[in-house]
């Protein structure tokens, strides 16, 4: 006989350990299941820890908020330290298109709760300690956004979930759902060890979301691509704010590049690359370090002998409209979605699971629905306007 749950969470990474954290701390039976080996280890341990609400869309704004209120206190709330750095993020500019750019959004992130400003350049060489200042122009700076550390954040959530009673289960791959007599409503799940019940079941599986989704007959197009990140060796602290050159470099090859000094020293650093890399393959490439140096030395002078230390590539679940899915689709009852969260799962998982959690338990989102509904997975993913900020 299968077993019963309340709530049944596909995946254990960036948003799956947080939903499941808040339905357990509602006091829901939770059980998750995910097909590696312990909790976040797909994307989750493949980010470099930047968490920003600095975003033109608004539902994202308010998500991250939320997510950065959630890590910021996470230590004084459960004893755990997870590498929280409050350093801020920085967009230093040095074109007028880059300025305009900035300057025409302040308005919409203010408006929905952000702390940033624009700052002029002798405020931004005090903020980016270092920076080249031939050619700055100034930048915003939104000092309430920070850092993390992934992987002790995925094991701090997973072990206070387990705290409040959930159940993980590893090596489990979800291979169908089960549903009620007239095929309209998801009753539970089928795996390759067992089959489990429950009211509600969240699909917070990834770069292999679609294929939980297909099982529902929804067509919700979430196709990964790859991007390349690096960590140095552990410098003496320096670089309060994770910076992000929104320019397109010179060789041709990347749309931006973004950095930061961790909580531990070291300047972990990725690029976006004009030209994807569709699929799931992690294989690290030989163009991506000669690039990235060049535009990490050209901003920071400082850090031209700096000691690289390791390469890797992860997965970016993208969307055609590059905004993430997270709701209720209304065509099908007892599912939810946590899913596209283009290369931000970290970012916006406390903040995507803790509306989830309140969809779930208390039928409506715990931000305001008309923002939330912003990300619905009933929208049409080809009409959209990307966000300015990706």
């Known amino acids: 006989m299968a077993s019963k749950y309340d709530a049944i969470v596909i995946g254990a990474g960036s948003v799956g350990n947080p939903t499941a954290y808040f339905l357990s701390k509602a006091g829901l039976k939770v059980l998750v299941v995910d097909e590696l080996s312990s909790s976040g280890q797909g994307q989750n341990k493949s980010a470099i820890g930047g968490v920003r609400a600095t975003h033109s869309d608004p539902a994202k704004i ?20 997870i590498g929280w750095k ?4 920085c967009f230093p500019v040095y074109r007028q298109k880059e300025e305009d750019i900035l300057k025409s959004i302040l308005s919409i992130q203010k408006k929905h709760g952000l702390i940033i400003d624009w700052f002029e350049s002798n405020k931004i060489k005090k903020v980016v300690t ?18 993390v550390s992934p992987l002790l954040a995925s094991e701090s959530f997973t072990n206070e979930t387990m705290k409040l009673g959930a159940e993980f289960r590893y090596n489990e791959s979800v291979t169908g759902l089960l549903f009620d007599r007239n095929n309209s409503t998801v009753k539970g799940i089928k795996t390759n060890k067992g089959e489990y019940m429950a009211d509600s ?3 917070a599986a990834g770069a292999h979301a ?13 196709n990964p691509d790859s991007h390349e990140a690096g960590i140095t060796a552990p410098l003496k ?26 909580s531990e020293g070291p300047i972990i650093f990725c690029y976006t690359p004009i030209k994807i890399f569709p699929g799931e393959d992690r ?10 140096a060049r535009r990490l030395v050209s901003l920071i002078p400082r850090l031209k002998n700096v000691t690289i230390r390791r390469l890797w590539r992860g997965l970016y679940p993208m969307t055609p409209d ?16 946590g899913i596209g969260m283009c290369g931000q799962g970290l970012m916006m998982g406390p903040g995507v699971g803790f509306n989830l959690s309140s969809l779930i338990t208390e039928g409506k989102p715990a931000m305001r629905k008309e923002v939330f509904d912003l990300l619905s997975p009933d929208r049409d993913f080809y009409s959209g306007k990307k966000e300015a900020l990706k």
């Open 322 to 337: 590059g905004v993430a899915v997270v709701g209720k689709p209304s065509n099908v009852e007892g599912l939810y979605l």
């Open 201 to 203: 079941i969240v699909n």
């Open 62 to 81: 308010q998500i991250c908020l939320k997510s950065i209120e959630i890590y910021s206190e996470w230590q004084k709330n459960t004893g755990t330290h």
């Open 283 to 292: 294989s690290c490439t030989s163009e991506f370090m000669p690039i990235m």
């Open 210 to 222: 679609s294929t939980i989704c297909k099982m529902a007959g929804l067509d919700i197009p979430i």
């Open 130 to 147: 270092g920076i080249n200042e031939k050619g700055l122009i100034g930048g915003t700076f939104s000092p309430n956004d920070g850092q």
């Open 86 to 89: 409050k350093g801020g993020y």
């Open 237 to 262: 602290q320096f670089l309060d704010p994770l910076v992000v050159d929104i320019r397109p470099g010179v060789e041709g090859k990347t749309a931006n590049f973004y950095f930061g000094q961790n």
